[in-house]
């Protein structure tokens, strides 16, 4: 079962600047160590639907950083290459990518089968906000990405799985809102049962929502 979470943003600014986003990362990530999980699977947006080994490389050269993780060729999407650096070298049981058009339905499926794969599951969640916060953002300014960022931020704070697993799908892209599949996830991961969740940072500085959290059982 899922005994801990923690939500990170995807984007590459959080490996090499905005400290204290970082340092909220780096917070939430111990928060999972600190549980002892024995199953510990990252979680991110991507194209496409697809499933990589624990030790896959990645890296941000595409995006013109000059960081790679892991042996091998860089095949892990932006999502995952960013968990794999925010986790300084340690690697998961597996890493996971879900297509940022992927159906509610089968996110929730996806995390119900994540969540079986150990007695005590530990996800990394990589997710963002929404990308229409601000005149600054790169999608379209939205007066409705605000109050949806802020449903999310609030779930995310309060351990709500429901509230995640209640995002309209259609909403979200309109809002870019790339995080949606991933949070989707972790609500099919938590199924029914309760956690205390803790919000360690929230900031758009860019237009585009960024928060770290945790989730404790």
Same mark, same amino acid.
């Given at each position: ?46 194209? @496409? ?6 030790? @896959? ?44 058009? @992927? ?97 360690? @940072? ?16």
């Amino acid at each position: 079962m899922l005994v801990a979470a923690a939500v990170c943003p995807s984007t590459p600014l959080v490996v090499l600047g905005m400290p204290e986003l970082r340092s909220a990362c780096r917070s939430a990530i111990a928060a999972v160590r600190e549980a002892r999980p024995d199953t510990l699977i990252v979680v991110g947006g991507a194209e @496409a639907t697809r499933s990589y080994e624990g030790s @896959a490389a990645g890296t941000l050269r595409p995006w013109g950083l000059d960081r790679t993780v892991g042996q091998g060729e860089p095949v892990l999407p932006l999502s995952l290459t960013v968990a794999r650096l925010l986790l300084s070298g340690e690697e998961p049981a597996s890493l996971h990518a879900v297509a940022f058009d @992927a159906t509610t339905a089968g996110c929730l499926a996806l995390g119900e089968s994540l969540g079986g794969r150990g007695e005590r599951v530990a996800l990394l969640v990589m997710a963002d906000g929404s990308a229409c916060l601000s005149p600054r953002a790169p999608g379209k300014h939205d007066e409705a990405a605000g109050p949806y960022n802020e449903m999310i931020v609030k779930a995310v704070g309060g351990g709500d799985a429901a509230a995640l697993a209640g995002l309209d799908a259609a909403e979200a892209d309109r809002l870019w809102v790339s995080g949606r599949p991933a949070l989707q996830v972790l609500a099919g991961a938590a199924g029914g049962r309760a956690y205390r969740g803790r919000l360690l @940072a929230a900031a758009a500085p860019y237009g585009v929502g960024y928060l770290a959290g945790a989730w404790l059982a």
